[in-house]
DNA sequence: GACCAGATTGTCT
DNA sequence: GACAATCTGGTCA
């Protein structure tokens, strides 16, 4: 995993990712876990990217290099994690949306109390609450820094859908999953395969 | 399972 | 001033 792999569209670096570990190496250990859903954001031609309408404040790391974490405020109290694509200056990235906890499990429940396992991390918002993600890691290169992705499994049967939670281009397949694993954040009513 | 309301604040028009 | 790449907790079935 170099930077030429995450220098490519986020369509093909987003299926890609899937059954690759995610690990922060946090201040209470080392958290993460296989990742099991992704979402591909094209930049300024893709209406329903942040990049649509040209770099702000806000989201000039999509526009830098590929392979750093992108992580953004939303909705007044959650954290999501993206990881910049294509070569600088395109604002492609991969929003991971979901991974199967695998380190660091009990340092997840202290972050995230919930019932069940399953519950941990399978959304956006969820996975960055459980591994204590936040504006603050914002910017870390994943091939130099804490958080880092290394080789999970293989071979996984991949299963496209609408992306999740937007308003606008809701005809594009560009949410990518893992197909019947338990983590997936939701059991789409409408998948398209 | 499906549908709905409410939370809560940064960001951009 | 409108809205957001979401989640939780409620109702109804």
Request: hydrophobic share 35%; proline share 8%; with cysteine.
């Given at each position: 995993m170099n930077r030429q792999f995450y220098s490519r569209p986020a369509t093909i670096v987003a299926p890609e990712l899937l059954g690759q570990r995610l690990i922060y190496e946090g201040p209470a250990g080392p958290v993460g876990?296989?990742?099991?859903?992704?979402e591909a954001y094209m930049g300024p031609g893709d209406e329903a990217s942040q990049a649509h309408r040209g770099p702000t404040p806000r989201t000039q790391i999509m526009f830098g290099q590929a392979g750093?974490?992108?992580?953004?405020?939303?909705?007044?109290?959650?954290?999501?994690?993206?990881?910049?694509?294509?070569?600088?200056?395109q604002a492609s990235a991969v929003l991971i949306r979901a991974i199967e906890p695998t380190i660091g499990v009990e340092v997840m429940r202290h972050?995230?109390?919930?019932?069940?396992?399953?519950?941990?991390?399978?959304?956006?918002?969820?996975?960055?609450?459980?591994?204590?993600?936040?504006?603050?890691?914002?910017g870390l290169d994943l091939l130099n820094s804490p958080l880092k992705l290394l080789p999970g499994r293989s071979n996984q049967v991949i299963a496209t859908s609408p992306r999740i939670g937007i308003r606008l281009a809701r005809d594009r397949?560009?949410?990518?999953?893992?197909?019947?694993?338990?983590?997936?954040?939701?059991?789409?009513?409408?998948?398209?395969?």
């Amino acid at each position: 995993m170099n930077r030429q792999f995450y220098s490519r569209p986020a369509t093909i670096v987003a299926p890609e990712l899937l059954g690759q570990r995610l690990i922060y190496e946090g201040p209470a250990g080392p958290v993460g876990g296989i990742i099991v859903e992704t979402e591909a954001y094209m930049g300024p031609g893709d209406e329903a990217s942040q990049a649509h309408r040209g770099p702000t404040p806000r989201t000039q790391i999509m526009f830098g290099q590929a392979g750093h974490a992108y992580i953004y405020f939303t909705y007044g109290l959650h954290y999501c994690l993206n990881v910049v694509t294509s070569p600088a200056g395109q604002a492609s990235a991969v929003l991971i949306r979901a991974i199967e906890p695998t380190i660091g499990v009990e340092v997840m429940r202290h972050n995230r109390p919930v019932e069940s396992d399953q519950q941990l991390t399978n959304g956006p918002a969820k996975l960055t609450q459980a591994m204590g993600l936040s504006v603050v890691q914002s910017g870390l290169d994943l091939l130099n820094s804490p958080l880092k992705l290394l080789p999970g499994r293989s071979n996984q049967v991949i299963a496209t859908s609408p992306r999740i939670g937007i308003r606008l281009a809701r005809d594009r397949l560009w949410r990518y999953y893992i197909r019947d694993n338990p983590y997936v954040s939701r059991t789409s009513t409408k998948i398209t395969h």
